[in-house]
């Protein structure tokens, strides 16, 4: 009898053993990078108003205020988004 390749490989993308499938594993990747996205925003918002303050440049401030809002609001929707996956909806 042949090995089988490891289970989440290229070659067997999916073993119901650990709850793997095709599907979840590349959406849970594409969430996991989607939220790194959305924090790494909020963080150079964060860093932009830091600085604004600073050098009292309430323009960057700001600026970096509606960063972070977006970063957040990238955030939130990622999570809805997966919620309603998990969900089947």
Do not use: W, Y
């Not at 970096?64 to 977006?70: P, S, W």
Request: aromatic share 0%.
């Amino acid at each position: 009898m042949a090995a089988r390749p490891p289970c989440g490989s290229v070659a067997e993308p999916s073993c119901p053993a650990h709850g793997l499938s095709t599907n979840s594993s590349l959406i849970g990747g594409q969430r996991i990078m989607s939220k790194a996205k959305a924090k790494a925003k909020q963080v150079k918002g964060k860093m932009k108003e830091t600085t604004g303050k600073a050098m009292d440049d309430e323009g960057m401030q700001v600026e970096g205020r509606g960063e972070q809002i977006v970063g957040k609001t990238q955030e939130t929707a990622d999570k809805a988004a997966g919620r309603v996956k998990r969900t089947g909806r």
